[in-house]
């Protein structure tokens, strides 16, 4: 492509832009409003996933050892907890700890024990990095030597997975519902702005335009407005979801498990894939139809 | 094999002295009604001619595989020495710079001025910035137009926007100008004027071809004339006259 080829279709793309305001309108508008909608539900889904995440990372595995157990032991016990690759964290929690803690709870009753009771409940609380690989690191642990019992919640654990698969294929069947709807509309609306310019491209082929520099400026002009009808839903969503997360926190602070991922976490994936699909549908829908007009 | 190389050699050398050569062309459109039938007709460089015919007799047809825009069922069809049944899309861009086309609706660019207009053709020819100033203004001052460069077609007169028009026609120095009825939505001394026009750029050395059904036009000039009807050329005649039978 010579240069001055190059910078007429800059631009005519740009000129494009302006000359079609009510084609620029309806599919900057076409695609903002399904970008911001696949936005919301993306960010929904993100949080979601999130809660689910951090409530996963509560359910922990306690692991008690055999009466007499040296220190040594129960140190290598600890290494090869450490080991596992289920393990997301793990503490020791020594039999003073656990009656200390106990106590707390029964109050006065407490001062009635001359002795620890809990002697024996040393422990390790074991916090896991997938609640859905539980029952296999306690198949693992109770081979272990100097393992007494190992106390756990399969309830927790399943209900937790369960609600992360559902969770998985609901938000992926949305996103994937909504993105598909998002391509058909806005390349209808790509398809019909470049339609009624039929006639402007039939004359550049009569008098000799190659199909190239029909193309180019209508192909640039349609990812400028993908480009421009995704940065404005994205701009907008970021807005609204510090405003949203901010409000929510401030009047359910009394639900201590709805804890928001901070913006940046979101829309540093979202922005620039909500931009590629801007400028992608843009370059993919007028491809398409312009080269159904250029058989001249 | 020889042999026919020569005799294609021989054809090759023949078809070069004309600006279009059309040897048993024929096209029939999808739907099975014949459009054209065993088409010969051969136009020298430097001619001017008048195809003739009354609507539906196949004039549109042929302006339309002059242009590659329709290709042909059989026979042979050169233009410019382009052979358009085997030319590959890639190239008719290339062929059409070689041509100048006018149609009856002038078919500007509604957005763009005169200048634009113009310069556009020029710009698909690849043709520099400073060729473009030099070309433009000389080709409207030839139509005409000097005045109205910055004017958008909406604001000419009909016979205004057809010069603009010619101008694009021309102004990449085609050695085949066609016209499809250019004066067709004029009125009689804008159709005069249109008509003087092309005479010149006839005069310059460019092959003029006007697609017409006004006879008076075609009576007055004094021109080769074409007939076609129903698909078929009727006459071929220098000096001719059209006589609508209808």
């Not at chain 1, 911001?36 to 951090?54: K, S």
């Not at chain 1, 290494?79 to 596992?84: D, K, L, P, Q, S």
């Amino acid at each position: 492509m010579k240069i001055r080829t190059f910078f007429y279709t800059i631009e005519q793309g740009v000129i494009g832009v302006f000359k079609n305001k009510w084609f620029t309108v309806a599919t900057v508008a076409t695609i903002s409003a399904c970008l911001f909608v696949f936005g919301i539900f993306y960010a929904i889904a993100f949080n979601v996933a999130n809660i689910v995440r951090n409530a996963e990372q509560n359910v922990s595995v306690t692991v008690f050892f055999d009466e007499g157990i040296s220190e040594e032991r129960i140190e290598e016990i600890g290494e090869i907890i450490g080991r596992r690759s289920e393990v997301a964290r793990y503490e020791l929690i020594t039999a003073e700890e656990a009656w200390e803690k106990f106590s707390e709870q029964l109050g006065e009753y407490a001062q009635g024990f001359t002795e620890n009771p809990l002697e024996n409940c040393a422990n390790y609380q074991i916090y896991l990095s997938d609640v859905t690989m539980q029952s296999q690191l306690v198949n693992y642990l109770e081979g272990v030597e100097g393992i007494r019992k190992i106390n756990k919640s399969d309830f927790t654990a399943d209900t937790l997975s369960g609600i992360n698969m559902v969770l998985v294929y609901v938000f992926v069947g949305i996103i994937v519902i909504l993105f598909a709807v998002s391509i058909f509309l806005i390349n209808n609306t790509v398809t019909m702005g470049i339609s009624v310019r039929k006639e402007e491209i039939t004359i550049m082929k009569y008098i000799g335009a190659t199909d190239f520099f029909v193309r180019a400026p209508f192909v640039f002009e349609a990812m400028l407005i993908g480009l421009i009808g995704a940065a404005i839903p994205m701009g907008l969503l970021y807005y609204l979801y510090e405003l949203a997360t901010d409000f929510i926190s401030e009047k359910f602070a009394f639900l201590s498990f709805l804890t928001f991922v901070p913006a940046w976490d979101i829309f540093i994936y979202l922005i620039p894939f909500s931009l590629c699909i801007g400028v992608g549908i843009g370059f993919v829908g007028s491809f398409f139809t312009v080269r159904k007009h250029l058989r001249v | 094999m020889a042999e026919t190389k020569r005799k294609r050699r021989e054809a090759d050398s023949n078809i070069s002295d004309y600006a279009i050569y059309l040897e048993d062309v024929s096209k029939t459109f999808s739907d099975g009604v014949p459009a054209l039938s065993n088409i010969n007709l051969k136009v020298k460089h430097g001619e001017f001619v008048f195809i003739v015919g009354v609507s539906g007799a196949g004039k549109s047809t042929l302006i339309k595989l002059l242009l590659r825009e329709l290709k042909a069922d059989s026979g042979n069809i050169f233009v410019n020495g382009f052979n358009l049944m085997t030319i590959k899309h890639g190239r008719i861009p290339k062929f059409r710079r070689t041509l100048g086309v006018v149609f009856q609706d002038f078919r500007l660019l509604k957005d763009r001025n005169v200048y634009e207009n113009v310069a556009f053709a020029q710009r698909i020819a690849q043709k520099s910035e400073r060729e473009i100033r030099r070309n433009v203004p000389s080709m409207l001052s030839l139509v005409g137009l000097a005045g109205k460069y910055k004017a958008k077609p909406k604001q000419l007169a009909g016979g205004e926007q057809q010069r603009v028009a010619l101008a694009r026609a021309l102004v990449n120095q085609p050695k085949l100008l066609l016209a499809d009825e250019p004066t067709g939505n004029l009125d009689l001394y804008n159709t005069a004027e249109i008509m003087k026009l092309l005479e010149t750029i006839n005069e310059n050395g460019t092959t003029v071809v006007v697609v017409t059904h006004n006879d008076k036009l075609v009576n007055d000039m004094k021109k080769r004339v074409v007939t076609i009807k129903q698909g078929m050329i009727v006459s071929d005649a220098e000096n001719g006259g059209y006589f609508d039978e209808d």
